[in-house]
Nanobody, 130 residues
Framework: QVKLVESGGGSVQAGGSVILSCAAS????????MTWFRQPPGKEREGVAS????????WYDDSVKGRFTLSRGDAKNTMYLSIRNLKPDDAGMYFC???????????????????????WGQGTQVTVAS
């Protein structure tokens, strides 16, 4: 079992930056594909960035490349999503999810089928103020 807790959301000016955190606890010693999903208001949830804990490989959706950056804390149980140059389309609820069975090439290839993710956090809201 893994528990995921997101934090760091809030209201940010367009063009500004924000750092979201996903703290994992529980059985974190095995490799996971950890993915950030974004759900804009009134829209479906979509995967935007993934991190494979074993290899440290990453994937970014084309819509966020160059502005979103994944990193892991020193304790390796926290994943960060840094977002710079925020755009109105970045607004929404951000969820962290983990899949313990996903192969690394799937994770780094952008596999984001929600039903396959075993664990989800409660989400953190990002609002972009113009």
């Amino acid at each position: 079992q893994v528990k995921l807790v997101e934090s760091g959301g809030g209201s940010v000016q367009a063009g500004g930056s924000v750092i979201l955190s996903c703290a994992a606890s529980g059985d974190t010693k095995i490799d996971y594909c950890m993915t950030w999903f974004r759900q804009p208001p009134g829209k479906e949830r979509e995967g935007v960035a993934s991190f494979y804990t074993g290899a440290g490989t990453t994937w970014y959706d084309d819509s966020v490349k160059g502005r979103f950056t994944l990193s892991r804390g020193d304790a390796k149980n926290t994943m960060y999503l840094s977002i710079r140059n925020l755009k109105p389309d970045d607004a929404g609820m951000y969820f962290c999810a983990a899949d313990r069975g996903m192969p690394e090439n799937y994770c780094s290839g952008g596999y984001t089928v929600e039903a396959d993710f075993d664990y989800w956090g409660q989400g953190t809201q990002v609002t972009v103020a113009s």
